[in-house]
């Protein structure tokens, strides 16, 4: 079976820190990863997708960048964290078919001070 | 532009009551409707999954429908429990252009006892 793990679980960073969130997948090949972030009480926020090996789109401009330096490996990447990057933020992964549904891990909770 | 709103934002029952939440969605074209069940701090977990041509599916105490012509679906949740209390998040999958998934903000569901 498909496992996702994602790590740390819970992070306080300084402000200007850098940042860096691994995922990875077990149990299946060439998926599609993603990082998304949620804010409280707001819905997801498409950060990053990936298709391949160093495929990566960005949905949005911000402080924040993404790799896939493996297969089954997505990082989440900052060089200097901003107040406004504090969320809870999730990786998740889907299989190539169609059905669009998401895997998701568990989740990291970032707080910048 | 693609859009997915629930109702309500949230929502407080007593345990052993029933409940329904509500999503209505703009994607175009349509591929499907799933509604993932997120618990706090944790990542979101998915419960059913609409295609075009489903109107009710069950998922033991949880029914979803799917209205395609006026582009609404419900959950509708049986004898709720305390472990029902979590985020219930409608996403719409389009297999057409950029915006392939459209996320709700959710609906928070408190199950008192």
């Known amino acids: 079976s498909q496992t996702i793990h994602q790590w740390p679980a819970t992070l306080v960073q300084p402000v200007g820190s850098p940042l860096s969130l691994e995922c990875t997948v077990e149990?299946?090949?060439?998926?599609?990863l993603y990082w998304y972030r949620q804010a409280a009480g707001r819905g997801l926020q498409l950060l990053f997708y990936?298709?391949?090996?160093?495929?990566i789109s960005s949905e949005v401009p911000q402080n924040l960048s993404a790799s896939r330096p493996q297969d089954r490996q997505f990082i989440l990447s900052s060089k200097k964290l901003l107040l406004s990057d504090s969320g809870f933020y999730l990786c998740a992964w889907s299989p190539r078919d169609p059905t669009g549904e998401l895997f998701f891990g568990e989740g990291s909770r970032l707080t910048v001070l | 532009k693609n859009q997915v709103e629930q109702s309500p934002q949230s929502l407080i029952i007593l345990e052993g009551k029933n409940c329904t939440l509500q999503?209505?969605?703009?994607?175009?074209?349509?591929?499907?409707l799933r509604w993932y069940k997120q618990d706090t701090g944790r990542g979101p977990v998915s419960l059913t999954i609409m295609t075009f041509s489903e109107n009710t599916k069950s998922n033991g105490r949880y029914t979803a429908t799917l209205d395609a012509d006026t582009k609404q679906s419900s959950l509708h949740i049986t004898a709720s429990q305390l472990s029902d209390s979590a985020s219930y998040i409608c996403v719409v999958h389009s297999n057409f252009g950029n915006e392939k998934l459209t996320f709700g903000t959710g609906t928070r569901l408190t199950i008192i006892p």
């Open positions: 149990g299946t090949s060439n998926p599609n």
């Open positions: 990936s298709i391949g090996i160093d495929q």
């Open positions: 999503c209505n969605y703009t994607v175009s074209p349509f591929s499907n």
